[in-house]
């Protein structure tokens, strides 16, 4: 019988989804199949795999992941059975531009469970749906077909470890398990920095409401009291998740949720925004990115700094907060913007609704990026080839200030967000030749917010990637 081992090394802190999905459908053909979640346990447990496994799924969702993946293919390489390696992911393409010391059978990414399934039951056979590129077989579904396909299959999380593992929710002194689910996958739009959007094409799938149901109860049994709904847009299919939404709070009265939800959407689907406060949304992710129209324009996010205050607005009037994503330091940032984007902060109180460390991130280009296909001529192979593209700011103040406010942010210790963000916009100001406020407040003591941060489409710190790797305290990019 053939043995499959699904390795997950970094999902943003919760559960690995993606893997679960491939799990249940491998149970489902009777394939055995074991998950390692090397952002809970050392990687040397790998080792009591050798010999065992002929095929090695490597999850390869976002960037974080993709950088520790190497380490992984590189110690499989030692393995004397030689098991066929499948890269699984937004990042399994880009990865594979690296010289890897094995060989790689599959790269998958988008809709692609079905077709492993099939690769890893009968092998490269011709009759199966993909294209073949050498000696890799790549898959993307997706692309494919705008069909949308219902995952009912159920999911083996006692493979994994427990749930208090993995992040949590803090509201104020109140610390609960956070489970979670996706009521759809894949994205309608094209922001060019997204590495979904670069999978799907503006396409998306979405889950049944039971079948989500049933996952939510299986995480409420298991402890959770808080779900994050982990859709890269939440209202990607408005009718569909808000159903979903209130089904799950009429069975579940005592979780709270999140979700992630677009700046153009908030405004779109305004009458919405009062059921997700009814149900039980603590807070909502959305990217927000800049406050420069420049940047905004070019990462294609369909929004400006006057629709951002319209949605903390709307968002603010129905009783819960907004957690921005940044994405400060782009080809297209300069310093006044850079001090805009803090005073904006500032006068829309979102101190404590940021995490510091999201000052600091930069713009991360692998060559499956639609920013990189927009804007060829801005990036150049660097020293993890197709991984991470290399740009440099037209101004060289702002690439030392990255790595100020990084430092920073990431050695803040015990200090409060305030007091932080404080050193942060002393030093933004300082590099612009400008006069630093002082005297910063924030109304928002208590934001809700998860222990793990979400951070996307960008550069990892050093320490980002090593903390991974030592399960301590971690920030995360796609």
């Known amino acids: 019988m053939t043995n499959a081992l699904l390795i997950s090394l970094y999902d943003l802190g919760h559960q690995p989804y993606e893997i679960l999905q491939l799990d249940a459908a491998l149970v489902q ?26 095929y090695v799924v490597i999850s390869v969702p976002m960037h974080t992941a993709a950088r520790l993946a190497l380490s992984v293919l590189d110690g499989l390489s030692g393995w004397q059975n030689n098991p066929k390696i499948i890269l699984m992911g937004h990042y399994a393409e880009a990865l594979a531009t690296l010289p890897i010391p094995v060989p790689i059978a599959m790269l ?20 199966l749906p993909i294209e073949s590129n050498s000696a890799i ?29 993995y992040t949590s929710y803090i509201d104020g002194e109140k610390m609960e398990l956070a489970g979670y689910v996706e009521a759809s996958r894949g994205c309608l739009h094209l922001c060019t920095h997204c590495p979904v959007a670069a999978t799907y094409g503006g396409r998306i799938r979405i889950n049944s409401v039971g079948s989500v149901i049933r996952e939510i109860e299986n995480l409420y049994e298991s402890g959770a009291r808080h779900i994050t709904f982990g859709d890269p847009d939440f209202f990607n299919a408005p009718i569909h998740s808000i159903k979903t939404l209130e089904q799950s709070n009429t069975i579940f009265p005592d979780l709270t949720f999140d979700a992630t939800i677009k700046v153009s959407h908030i405004l779109k689907y305004r009458d919405l925004i009062p059921k997700l406060s009814e149900n039980n949304v603590t807070f909502i992710v959305s990217a927000f990115e800049h406050t420069s129209l420049e940047v905004l324009d070019a990462l294609e996010k369909g929004h400006n700094t006057e629709d951002m205050v319209e949605a903390l607005r709307i968002v603010r009037e129905n009783g819960f907060e907004i957690r921005p994503s940044l994405l400060p330091f782009t080809p297209w940032t300069t310093l006044d913007s850079m001090v805009e984007l803090l005073d904006f902060v500032v006068d829309q109180d979102l101190i404590d609704a ?38 440099s700011s037209a ?53 809700p917010r998860l222990t793990e941060s979400w951070y996307c489409c960008a550069e990892p710190t050093n320490s980002m990637t090593t903390a991974v790797a030592t399960e301590t305290s971690r920030g995360s990019c796609c």
């Open 29 to 54: 053909a009777g394939i055995p199949s074991s998950i390692v979640d090397l952002s809970i346990t050392e990687e040397a447990e790998l080792h009591s795999y050798d010999l065992q496994e002929t």
């Open 137 to 165: 077989i790549k898959v993307n579904s997706t692309k494919a077909s705008s069909r949308i396909k219902l995952i009912n299959s159920p999911l083996h999380r006692d493979k994994l470890p427990s749930l208090s593992r």
């Open 108 to 127: 998958a990414s988008g809709e692609s469970v079905d077709s492993i399934v099939d690769f890893i039951s009968i092998g490269n056979d011709a009759s």
């Open 395 to 447: 101004i060289t103040e702002l690439d030392n200030l990255q790595l100020e406010i990084s430092n920073i942010a990431e050695n803040a210790g015990d200090a409060n967000n305030l007091e932080i963000f404080s050193k942060i916009y002393a030093a933004v100001a300082a590099t612009a030749g400008k006069e630093s406020r002082d005297g910063f407040f924030s109304l928002n003591r208590n934001v």
């Open 354 to 391: 940021i995490d510091p460390v999201m000052y600091s991130i930069r713009l991360l280009v692998p060559s499956t990026s639609l920013t990189y296909k927009r804007f060829p001529y801005l990036f150049k192979d660097g020293r993890d080839g197709g991984l991470n593209l290399e740009w």
